[in-house]
């Protein structure tokens, strides 16, 4: 027996294994063939995410598709002071997701293993670990400034 548990803006719906198992009779509604959502941008007109647009590199499509169209979903809405920091949970779930299919979204390490020459054009590159905090902009708290810029990653 289907129930549905309406838990804010979202609807919760359970079903049987009988009751997933008859075909889908949903219709689904055809595209306007004049629209070109690639021109569109990120976002459509009607404020909506525009799914299809070629900037965000097929994300929203494939085996980790619907964990990247909820976190971005939760961002791009996020009111929060810190925008998206009520998305952490989201965005872990596409993390875990992402680490579940290697073969599909390497880690930085495995890139690294599997091409050691690239390893000058990272030099290139910043990244976090790299940016450090100076005494006059962002003070840290007592005895904070005076640790290393760079410190190791757990990973």
Do not use: Y
Not at 18 to 37: F, G, M, Q, R
Not at 80 to 108: A, T
Request: glycine letters at 6%; charged letters at 25%.
């Amino acid at each position: 027996m289907t129930t549905v548990n309406e838990e804010g803006k979202d609807k919760v719906i359970f079903v049987t294994k009988e009751e997933h198992e008859i075909p889908s009779t949903v219709k689904l509604v055809e595209e306007d063939a004049d629209e070109d959502h690639e021109k569109n941008g990120l976002i459509l007109p009607s404020g909506e995410i525009n799914w299809d647009c070629p900037c965000l590199g097929g994300m929203a499509s494939g085996v980790c598709g619907e964990q990247f169209k909820t976190a971005f979903t939760c961002f791009h809405f996020s009111q929060e002071e810190v925008k998206g920091s009520d998305c952490l949970e989201q965005f872990s779930s596409m993390q875990e997701c992402l680490r579940q299919h290697p073969e599909l979204f390497p880690q930085e390490d495995d890139l690294q293993s599997a091409n050691p020459g690239s390893n000058a054009e990272q030099k290139d590159s910043t990244s976090i670990s790299d940016l450090s905090t100076s005494k006059e902009s962002d003070p840290l708290p007592t005895g904070m400034n005076d640790m290393p810029s760079q410190l190791p990653i757990a990973s």
